[in-house]
Nanobody
Framework: QVQLVESGGGLVQAGGSLRLSCETS????????MGWFRQAPGKEREFVAA????????YYADSVKGRFTISRDNAGNTGYLQMNSLKPDDTAVYYC???????????????????WGQGTQVTVSS
């Protein structure tokens, strides 16, 4: 199985930046689609960003486009979500996810992913 561990969350003021990391255990992201989702208190988990299995195709939620950047290292051992110009609305638990390539229309869907990390808390103060 693919094991994922997120890190890099914390408390930051509005306008600040954080970089989240997602490390694999035993496998790499090469050949897998990587996604980031988030869940705010009292809300359902929502799509944030995804990186295609080839490491080039990117997908972003409109709410983060232009502020967040998804990437991974060359070996695919670690994925990243660079978050800039953070807003209080970005406060949530952020989850890393992965899946084997499939229909691209499902890249935005939580149920389209097979593997999940435990999440890391991001809190943005106003």
């Amino acid at each position: 199985q693919v094991q994922l561990v997120e890190s890099g969350g914390g408390l930051v003021q509005a306008g600040g930046s954080l970089r989240l990391s997602c490390e694999t255990s035993g496998r790499t992201f090469v050949g897998y689609t990587m996604g980031w989702f988030r869940q705010a208190p009292g809300k359902e988990r929502e799509f944030v960003a995804a990186l295609g299995w080839n490491g080039r195709s990117t997908y972003y939620a409109d709410s983060v486009k232009g502020r967040f950047t998804i990437s991974r290292d060359n070996a695919g051992n670690t994925g990243y979500l660079q978050m800039n110009s953070l807003k209080p609305d970005d406060t949530a638990v952020y989850y890393c996810a992965a899946r084997r390539p499939k229909d691209a229309t499902t890249v935005y869907q939580e149920r389209g992913y097979d593997y999940w990390g435990q999440g890391t808390q991001v809190t943005v103060s106003s």
